[in-house]
Each structure stands twice: as structure tokens, then as C-alpha cells.
């Protein structure tokens, strides 16, 4: 069993910045891929970026060169940094893991966290 616990999330304005940190209570199979999605009301959850454990990283099209992921293995833990933020970015955003880098994908996902809210103000 694999616990993800996320912070870093909250309110800041359009063009800032912000740093989601999700640490995982062991280092596991099922933590060979981290990352993020996020959900925002009436959409469905969506991928942001995952890295694997070597350090592969893939990007959804609408963050990629605005958000960088990296992964801290000595520590289990996932940062997304988030910059250049929109009025769109805002939504609930979850932390993931997973067995698998190449099937990464909401439907088959291992473990989730609860979800920390990100909130983007014009």
C-alpha cells in the first residue's frame, strides 16, 4: 500500500508561480512512475506530467514548457513547479503513481492522493 501525501497548493494570480510537493510513504514497484493530474469542475481528470524513476518526464500539451516535474528518489517525493500560471490551470490536482511509465493513464493508475486545490485569479 502506497500513501501520497500533497502540498504546495493555494491561490496566487496570473502569471505566478507555484510548487506542488507529493511525498510517497514507501519507495515501491508501484512508485516507478509519479506525477500529476488534475481535475477542474465539469472536466475530466487530465494528466499534467509524470516522471519516471530514472527521470523521464512527459508533459500535457497545455503546460508543457510552463511546468517542470522532478523527483527526489532518496526521498520519494514529486515536485511540480508550476510557472507563468493561468486563469485555466486552476483545478483540484492529484498526485499519482503508478507501476508503469508507458501506461500512464487515469483508468490505471495504482494510487492517488487526496488532492490539493490550485486556484488561479485574473
Known amino acids: 500500500q502506497v500513501q501520497l501525501v500533497e502540498s504546495g497548493g493555494g491561490l496566487v494570480q496570473a502569471g505566478e508561480s507555484l510548487t506542488l510537493s507529493c511525498r510517497a510513504s514507501?519507495?515501491?514497484?508501484?512508485?516507478?512512475?509519479m506525477g500529476w493530474f488534475r481535475q477542474a469542475p465539469g472536466k475530466e481528470r487530465e494528466s499534467v506530467a509524470v516522471i519516471d524513476y530514472t527521470g523521464g518526464t512527459r508533459y500535457g500539451d497545455s503546460v508543457n514548457g510552463r511546468f517542470t516535474i522532478s523527483r527526489d528518489n532518496a526521498k520519494n517525493t514529486v515536485y511540480l513547479q508550476m510557472n507563468s500560471l493561468k486563469v485555466e490551470d486552476t483545478a483540484k490536482y492529484y498526485c499519482a503513481s503508478h507501476s508503469s511509465f508507458n501506461n500512464w493513464s487515469r483508468r490505471q493508475i495504482s494510487y492517488w492522493g487526496q488532492g490539493t486545490q490550485v486556484t488561479v485569479s485574473s
Open positions: 514507501v519507495d515501491s514497484a508501484h512508485t516507478y512512475a
